[in-house]
C-alpha cells in the first residue's frame, strides 16, 4: 500500500516532461495554460509539484538553540558573535515559490472542471500561500503581499513597500478558511488533506496569537487572542475528528521512538502527513547527521528538563547540576531514553562512531557536548532499511499540545483539557499527569520570567520534551519573547576532574581523563576488566586537548565557548537584503536594521 501511495505523488511529477506533445508545442520551461489545467489529474500534478514538507533533516532543525548545540555557522549565531547587517544576512528572500503558487491560482479559473474539485486544489493551493507567507512574516514581519503572478514589466508592484504584518496575516487567515472550507477530508496518506490543512492553520495562529501577545514592539497585542482562539478552534476540530491518537501499543519503553526510526507510518493513528519513503523510489535521504561526530548534539539544558520518572521536577534534586553522566539517566521519562544516547544502549550502526559497536561508550570530541542524539537515528547499517525510513511531518501530539497552550493563554483551560491533551501523551510513557493545582519548577520559571501560571510553564516543557530535537524550538523562543535563552553557553557532560569514569552504567570505569599537558601512554591501562582504558586529555580551551572543560580539569564538556548577545527586539527579524532595498528603495527596513 505504501508503494502505491508513494507512486501517486512522485510518478506524477514526471508526467509532464515525459509528454513529447506537448514540449514541441508549448515552451520546455513551463505549463502552458492552453493545454494544461484541464483534467482533475493536471491539477493533481501541478499541486504535488508544492510539496515541500520536511525530511530527515527535520531532525537537525533545532541546531543553535538550547536543545541543540552546533559548532556549525548557523544564521543566529552569525548575528550574537558578530555586527550583522543587510549586506551580510541575505538569505530568505526568495518568492520563486509564491510565482508558482499564484500561476496554478489565475489558470484555474477558466477550467470548466466540477465546482467542488475545482475548490478543492484551489484550497490545496492557498494552503501553500499560507504557509509560505507566514514563514516570511516570522522573518521580515511586514512584507509585501502579492495574490497574482508578477510580470517583468509591471513597475508598480515590483516596486512596492512592505504590507503591514496585520495586512498580511488578514490575508493569509482568508487563505487558510477557504481551504479550510474547501479542501477534501479523505486524501491518498501522505497528501494535503483537511486535516494537514487544520493542524497547520492552528499551528501558525498558536504563533501568532503568542508572538503579538509576548511581543510589545508590534503592538499588536490587542489582537493576540483572537489569534488564540483560531488556533484553538482548529486543533479541537481535528480532535473531535476523532480520526487520531497518540500511537501506543503499551510498550511505553518503545514506542515514542519507534515514531522516528519506522519504514512504514502510513496507517500509524498519531501521524496525521507522513513524507513517505520507498527504497529505490524516493529514498528517505537519511544520513547519520544528528549521531556522531557531526555538528549537531544535544545539550545539558534539554536533557535536564525532562521530569524524573515519578513526575517530580529533575531540577530540585540538589545536586542536579553535578550528577554524571550514568546518573542523569536514572529514573527519568522514558522519552528521555528515546532522545538521548543513555548507558548500557547498544550501537550497531557506527558508520560515525570510531570506537565500533557494542554497548555504547559516549565518544568526547572537541566542541561537542558529549551526548548524543536518538531521535531520529537508525540504528540499522542496511542501506535498503535507512532508504525505506518515513518522516512524521505532522504528528497529533503537536495539535494536542497546541489546544492545551491555546486554552491556558486563554485563561480558559479546566482539568478536562489537560487530560485529553499533556496527560494523553504522557500515558503514552507512563508519566504522572499534570493537575492545574501544579506549583512551579523554579528553574522553568527563571527561563520565562514573564510567565506567571506554572501550569503554562508546564505546558511549555511538555511540548520541549514531546516535540525535542524536530525543529520547533527556535520559533517557540521567538514567539515567547525568549531570545535571551540563546545566549545561554551550551554544556554538556560534567567531570568532577581528572580521573576514571563509567560511561556504560556498568559499575566499570570505562575512559580516564588526564591533564592535556600530558601524552596518552603508548601502553594503556586496563580497567577491571581487563579492558585498556579510553584516555581523554582534558583542558580549557587554550589548550590543545581532546575536549575542553569549563574549568580546566574540570567542569562541564564546553560546546561552544561564546553565543554572543541577543539583541532584542532586532533579532526577532532580518532584513531585507540591501541588493533588493537597492532594486526596490520602497522595501524600507524596520527594527533597527
Not at 86 to 104: E, H, M, Q, R, V
Request: with cysteine.
Amino acid at each position: 500500500m505504501k508503494k502505491i501511495i508513494l507512486l501517486l505523488l512522485t510518478a506524477t511529477s514526471l508526467m509532464v516532461a515525459c509528454d513529447d506533445d506537448f514540449l514541441e508545442k508549448y515552451p520546455e520551461t513551463s505549463i502552458s495554460r492552453e493545454n494544461f489545467f484541464k483534467t482533475e489529474e493536471d491539477l493533481m500534478i501541478y499541486t504535488y509539484g508544492l510539496y515541500d514538507f520536511e525530511g530527515v533533516g527535520k531532525y537537525v532543525s533545532d541546531i543553535g538553540t538550547d536543545n541543540q548545540a552546533t559548532t556549525g555557522a548557523t544564521e543566529i549565531k552569525t548575528m550574537m558573535t558578530g555586527t550583522p547587517s543587510a549586506t551580510s544576512i541575505t538569505g530568505g528572500w526568495n518568492w520563486d515559490a509564491l510565482k508558482d503558487i499564484n500561476y496554478f491560482l489565475e489558470s484555474i479559473k477558466e477550467t470548466d472542471l466540477p465546482e467542488e474539485v475545482v475548490n478543492h486544489y484551489e484550497g490545496v493551493a492557498r494552503f501553500f500561500r499560507a504557509r509560505f507567507y507566514v514563514n516570511k512574516v516570522k522573518r521580515y514581519s511586514d512584507v509585501p503581499w502579492y495574490d497574482f503572478v508578477l510580470e517583468p514589466d509591471d513597475t508598480e508592484a515590483l516596486m512596492k513597500a512592505r504590507d503591514p504584518r496585520d495586512v498580511v496575516w488578514t490575508k493569509i487567515l482568508e487563505d487558510y478558511e477557504f481551504a479550510r472550507q474547501n479542501v477534501r477530508a479523505d486524501q491518498p496518506e501522505g497528501a494535503v488533506n483537511k486535516w494537514v490543512v487544520l493542524t497547520y492553520m492552528a499551528r501558525h495562529t498558536l504563533y501568532e496569537g503568542t508572538y503579538r501577545k509576548y511581543h510589545s514592539e508590534l503592538g499588536l497585542e490587542s489582537t493576540a487572542n483572537d489569534f488564540l482562539a483560531i488556533a484553538r478552534d482548529a486543533a479541537h476540530e481535528v480532535i473531535n475528528s476523532g480520526l487520531y491518537s497518540i500511537y501506543s501499543t503499551g510498550a511505553g519503553a518503545q514506542d515514542y521512538g519507534s515514531l522516528f526510526n519506522s519504514a512504514d507510518l502510513t496507517g500509524n493513528a498519531e501521524v496525521i502527513l507522513t513524507n513517505i519513503s520507498q527504497d529505490e523510489i524516493k529514498n528517505s535521504g537519511w544520513w547519520e547527521y544528528m549521531f556522531g561526530n557531526y555538528e549537531a548534539c544535544p545539550g545539558k539544558d534539554l536533557l535536564q528538563a525532562y521530569l524524573n520518572a515519578d513526575g517530580s521536577y529533575y531540577s530540585e534534586l540538589v545536586d542536579f547540576e553535578t550528577k554524571q553522566f550514568v546518573d542523569e539517566f536514572e529514573n527519568r521519562d522514558p522519552r528521555l531514553y528515546q532522545t538521548f544516547a543513555h548507558p548500557g544502549w547498544e550501537l550497531i550502526n557506527t558508520a560515525t562512531y570510531a570506537q565500533g559497536g557494542g554497548i555504547y561508550i559516549q565518544q568526547l570530541q572537541k566542541n561537542f557536548s558529549g551526548y548524543h542524539q536518538l531521535k531520529g537515528f537508525i540504528n540499522n547499517p542496511d542501506q535498503t532499511v535507512l532508504n525505506n525510513v518515513d518522516i512524521p511531518v505532522l504528528r497529533y501530539a503537536e495539535v494536542l499540545l497546541t489546544y492545551a497552550e491555546a486554552r491556558a493563554e486563554l485563561a480558559e483551560l479546566t482539568q478536562s483539557d489537560l487530560d485529553v491533551t499533556v496527560n494523553a501523551i504522557r500515558d503514552r510513557v507512563g508519566m504522572p499527569h499534570l493537575t492545574l493545582g501544579v506549583t512551579a519548577d523554579l528553574w522553568q520559571q527563571e527561563k520565562y520570567s514573564n510567565v506567571a501560571s506554572p501550569v503554562l510553564l508546564e505546558i511549555r516543557r511538555e511540548r520541549r520534551v514531546e516535540l525535542a530535537l524536530e525543529g520547533f524550538r527556535m520559533d517557540d523562543l521567538m514567539r515567547w519573547n525568549a531570545g535571551h535563552i540563546l545566549e545561554e553557553e551550551p554544556r554538556g557532560l560534567y567531570f568532577p576532574g581528572l580521573g576514571e569514569y563509567d560511561l556504560t552504567g556498568d559499575g566499570v570505569e570505562d575512559i580516564k581523563l588526564i591533564p592535556a599537558s600530558e601524552s596518552v601512554p603508548a601502553t594503556k591501562e586496563t580497567n577491571s576488566l581487563g579492558v585498556p582504558f579510553i584516555y581523554y586529555r582534558v583542558g580549557d580551551v587554550s589548550t590543545d586537548a581532546s575536549f575542553f572543560l569549563s574549568d580546566g580539569e574540570k567542569g562541564y564538556v564546553v560546546a561552544v565557548e561564546d553565543r554572543g548577545v541577543f539583541q532584542a527586539p532586532k533579532y526577532y527579524y532580518r532584513p531585507v537584503p540591501a541588493n533588493q532595498v537597492k532594486l526596490n528603495p520602497n522595501l524600507k527596513q524596520i527594527f533597527g536594521w
